[in-house]
């Protein structure tokens, strides 16, 4: 009896240890404060050199990217099925699901003051090193730009980078994309205009996911799942400057000049003008009869 006892006891702590030690612990039994959820999981060789459509991508220092934007599997609680896309712009993340509770997580570049957005959209197509075409408001704020105003071919120093996964809200294309960026320094910060940016290993990887027709939910800026798509306010529309007035000189009043050098008395005298005729009397009829 006491022996059956100490096996059911020793039955029940194996149980209970076995679930604390699982690899992905039962969600009840994080919400109940049981067990802590499982550290991320950093993805091995994610920033190596590699050879893409030609181009060879550098290697980066790992060391220098900031270790919540490297690659990683992460436990991620979400309502949302595996392939969703849910961007956290405030933490500067996002999240490819993956699974129940679970998730690839990437560091990104979201939009700078005045060009940040939220809502949900849409895959709608994808393009491996695309041709970049600036916006004529872009070349207006960047008169360098206008160079590339027929598109700048895909390459290293393309700032689509090497992949670019297009998103639309209700069938309307505004503009935004999830591209790669050669800047992977700015990868954490407010930096683009309003397109998310990866570095380019991150991108290929995210692009090797996607396959078309995914959700894409942009969080709030306080982190709430948005309700509506909000987007940035248009930006003001340059002011044309106003003609210059048409100046039209005063008449100057008709005079003869003296001419240089003749003596007064041999110059033409002055035309008198015509004297009027008289006006025709009028009859007591009070009609006007001709000369």
């Known amino acids: 009896m006491i022996a059956a006892r100490f096996l059911s006891k020793t039955g029940l702590a194996f149980v209970v240890m076995a679930a604390l030690s699982a690899c992905v612990p039962d969600q009840a039994m994080i919400d109940a404060g049981l067990a802590k959820p499982p550290e991320p999981k950093p993805v091995a060789g994610a920033y190596i050199s590699t050879m893409d459509s030609g181009f060879a991508l550098p290697a980066l220092p790992e060391e220098e990217i900031p270790a919540q934007f490297r690659r990683q599997e992460v436990y991620f ?30 560091g990104i570049a979201v939009g700078r003051a005045g060009f940040e957005w939220s809502g949900v959209a ?9 041709t970049w075409t600036p916006p004529p408001e872009m070349i207006a704020r960047d008169p360098k730009l206008a160079k590339w105003e027929k598109g700048q071919p895909g390459g290293l120093t393309n700032p689509l980078g090497a992949r670019a996964i297009y998103l639309t809200t209700n069938g309307v294309d505004y503009g935004y994309r999830i591209h790669g960026t050669p800047e992977w320094k700015s990868i954490g910060r407010n930096a683009s205009s309003g397109c998310i940016r990866m570095i380019n290993q991150d991108v290929i990887d995210l692009y090797n996911r996607v396959q078309g027709g995914e959700k894409v939910v942009v969080l709030n800026a306080d982190g709430s799942y948005p309700t509506r798509l909000v987007l940035p306010p248009p930006a003001p529309k340059p002011k044309k400057a106003a003609p210059a007035p048409v100046v039209v000189p005063a008449a100057m009043p008709a005079f003869t000049p003296a001419l240089s050098g003749v003596p007064t008395a041999l110059q033409a005298p002055a035309v008198a003008p015509a004297p009027t005729a008289p006006a025709a009397a009028t009859p007591a009829t009070g009609t006007t009869t001709t000369p």
């Open 122 to 130: 849409q895959v709608t197509e994808k393009k491996p090193w695309p």
């Open 77 to 106: 609680p979400t309502a949302e099925v595996p392939g969703t896309i849910i961007i956290n712009p405030a933490e500067k993340t996002l999240h490819y699901v993956t699974g129940p509770n679970a998730a690839i997580r990437y």
